[in-house]
């Protein structure tokens, strides 16, 4: 492997200064060394049983909220991000934590099911047969740029493979590499305090391309999970693919997140409608995978009133600060495709840069209609930024046309009247198929941690559209069933033993029953 | 695409005698044409009930069992298969069918979650979350050339799709193509019978490069289900993968279902468990993807006595008609290269045609250790047919080293005694890495269909390790769950509403509820 040795530091995302200090890139050994670790420790670590497993992902929540400080004041120089927003994160990262440790301490989430056997059975007898889900092995996790906490080191791809018995191996993104290693010795202080084995974790620096494939490649690990752009989720996916063991390989990689204003939302408060959307397109600085950059009107005066005050917001919000002088320019970059698009008109562009040194950006609005959308296929392309494209329609065929031709997001939202969603149930139907989650009258930034949740869509969108990076059903990423035939009680797994010891939920002759 | 016209025609693997008529393969417009059917019928078909689901897959069951004579008859001219493995696998197959029946008329298994609203949170309101599973899409199911009922045209990828919501298109096998066409009489006389939208179910005959490559390679087609050789499953898979919009793709491809014998198990009634492990290498003419391909035993003189009688079972049994030429021929061809490998002795070689006329093979039995089995890569080939290897060890250290140089494997068999099970734990665990079921002191052909059957495993036995082609747990292989925020209780799928009309198991808040 060719191998780049320069360190990896960051700056202030406001001034661009440099902080200290540098991390080096992880060598081709120490890549190795922790694949080989993981592969130890997975054969203990694998069978722990939920409770010790939900203490040490305890452990790592309370390490994290220990530090919170330190946290605030690395996450917030590193990352541009606002003290409150750190604050939250950290608090949505700890909660995620423990609601994985509660999954696995209450312990239903294997599907364990039982078959008992039946010696009198004809045409031939019948034998006993059970089954549960079972980690799947090491694992190896890439932190986002915009999550600097729960979409990172201890976050939700690493919460979920730990919880269901994963070792798991991080790779910090070089936006953040002061919190990647304040969160790292946070999980690395829990790992010790809870006897865990080596190897249970480890947090390597370098880039995707090469420690990314490098891990994602490696013998030892059985899966990987990815949050970032399309080109380095697509490449991953491709190396994850290729391999002698092709692996499940989990990308969020990109989502326009299409709004659909029915007449009836428009009948209603514009005010508190076109507020709401500004907040989302606007939230973080637009650096959201949830963040609605589509949005379908239908022509006509509300829909001009509407948009009319909307870009007053966009014109009136002050520059945002960007994550990373890369994130920057490929706002910039989108930015200014969309306003040489010669089918669409820019209503507010104030992207380009107030101050050069930093990493500000402004908001843009783009106009078009629906026939032009549909002929060109750039305007479809993600704006990672505060930046949102309006598409109005003169009928219901052309938004049914413009619905159709969508690939896959995460969120479709509708803004309307109750009435509106019951008479549009084929339009519902379309976009159902082409997404995770579907949101009536709020806004698709926001992405509760709950069972419910699915956060994950159709490719592009993600690398496996049957997957969710978020919420508790996000624990079957990193396992797979494992069935024991005529095998001894004592010698099953407790989960499946006959006296259910620990009392869970489980399918027994077709049955649920505890 | 290139196309072949030539037309499809079988004949009797005993006599290679023609059989009548001979099927045409399916024009590259008559794939469009179904997949476009497909598509249509998704949208009224993936949102019917369970129990309108439930009376389809029960009608095809019933219109199955009333054409079972001329099944037997078509059938076993077709595979050479005796009538009552015919007659057996139709009873499996509507058992199937009815399974999967049951299953979404009761309803469950859409796995229902929902998260309550709670205004008052801090620091932000809760918003009402639900999501559950919903069909995927038009799926294609390829036909197993070695279960012309239980993998073919109404087998378990056709019940499972089917019983998710999903419209099917089936491609038969040229190995049975009369039987096919039986069978999906049938399931059009249910779809008729049960008011079936149009193309909720096609069946086409071809060639899987031509018309399997060009159905999979769809637009409309969301997940493909195949059972067969490990480079037809492999080109497929690359197909799949390769599209503009990659889909999930279930391939089961080879296996050589490792048993490891223990000592205690050579204590016990040798002569059992010779018969026994005879049974399971000759069933079907060893033309099963569990069948036992591989024996791992303790040097000595008990396992030199099994050896013994196991050898003088195979070498006793009369030829055996397979299924088709191609496969007796890859049967010779696999046979000649283990007897030809320097490192493996010939025990039994009764595999050379008795009737070149016919489909006939002897069985095959050979012997090494595993020094040399480790060495010589070739012998970890599948050889499928009535074929077996025997590897003897000197030490538990070689054993392990066997053990853990494995590929993915379909089953694992243990025999021996409860303590052997006890002190080994260690193997159990290196093989509950390999495979999808453990087998103790069983055989692993025959694969109860059951709410906890696993028949997967870890690549290369399928090519996604996460997933089972039969049991219940099959029918997430073509599900995704979608997930409603904040819809009107009236707007939500019937699983999803508050009043849980259908009394389904959901998890509420966080707990199981009815």
């Known amino acids: 492997m060719e191998k780049t040795t320069e360190p990896i530091s960051t700056a202030y995302p406001a001034t661009r200064e440099k902080l200290h200090p540098a991390y080096s890139p992880a060598s081709v050994d120490e890549v190795n060394e922790a694949a080989e670790l993981a592969g130890k420790a997975f054969s203990s670590y694998g069978h722990l049983s939920g409770s010790a497993k939900a203490t040490f992902l305890r452990a790592i ?163 990987g999970g990815f949050t970032g752009s399309r080109s380095g989720g697509l490449a991953l996916m491709r190396a994850a693919a290729a391999r002698p063991e092709p692996i499940p390989f989990y990308a969020e990689m990109s989502s326009i997140n299409p709004v659909v204003v029915f007449p009836g939302a428009l009948e209603q408060n514009i005010e508190q409608l076109a507020a709401g959307l500004h907040g989302s397109v606007t939230l973080g600085a637009g650096q959201f995978c949830t963040n609605p950059g589509l949005v379908l009107l239908p022509k006509g005066d509300a829909a001009q009133k509407f948009t009319s005050r909307f870009a007053e917001l966009m014109a009136d919000t002050a520059p945002l600060t960007m994550l990373t002088p890369g994130i920057c320019e490929a706002y910039q970059q989108g930015v200014a495709a969309h306003a040489a698009a010669l089918s669409a008109v820019t209503l507010v562009d104030a992207a380009a840069p107030k101050d050069s040194a930093g990493c500000q950006a402004g908001t843009a609005l783009f106009e078009t209609d629906s026939e032009s959308f549909l002929r060109d296929k750039s305007l479809s392309d993600e704006v990672f930024g505060p930046a949102t494209l309006f598409v109005t329609h003169s009928n219901r065929d052309q938004l049914i046309a413009v619905l159709k031709n969508l690939e896959g997001h995460l969120t479709a939202t509708v803004l309307g009247s109750e009435s509106d969603l019951r008479e549009n149930r084929d339009i519902i139907e379309i976009l159902e198929g082409r997404v995770g989650r579907l949101v009536f009258n709020g806004f698709p930034t926001g992405v509760e941690v ?65």
Not at 106 to 116: K, L, T
Not at 190 to 219: K, N
Not at 493 to 505: C, F, H, R
Request: glycine fraction near 8%; aromatic fraction near 6%.
């Open 61 to 223: 929540a309370r390490e994290i909220e220990s530090i919170v400080d330190q946290l605030v004041e690395r996450a917030t120089a590193e990352t541009g991000l606002p003290a409150a927003r750190i604050q939250g994160e950290t608090g949505r990262t700890c909660h995620q934590l423990r609601l994985f440790a509660d999954l696995v301490e209450e312990g239903s989430w294997v599907d364990a099911r039982i078959d008992r056997a039946d010696p009198n059975r004809k045409p031939l007898p019948k034998v006993d047969i059970r089954s549960m889900h079972r980690p799947i092995g090491p694992v190896v996790v890439f932190c986002a740029s915009n999550f600097p906490l729960a979409f990172s080191v201890a976050g939700g791809d690493t919460a979920s493979a730990l919880a269901a018995g994963n070792p798991v191996i991080v790779k910090a993104h070089h936006a953040h590499p002061g919190t990647a290693e304040l969160v790292g010795n946070a999980v690395i202080r829990a790992a010790r305090e809870c006897d865990m084995p080596a190897g249970v974790f480890s947090l390597l620096y370098g880039s995707g391309s090469e420690i990314g494939t490098a891990l994602i490649t490696h013998p030892i690990i059985k899966a």
């Open 450 to 514: 709950c069972h419910s949740m699915v956060h994950g869509g159709p490719y592009p969108a993600t690398s496996d559209g049957r997957s969710t990076s978020v919420g508790t059903r996000a624990i079957y990423r990193f396992t797979r069933a494992v069935c024991f035939q005529n095998f001894p009680d004592t010698t099953l797994p407790v989960e499946l033993q006959e006296a259910n010891p620990n009392g869970i939920w489980r399918i027994v002759d077709g049955s649920f029953m505890k």
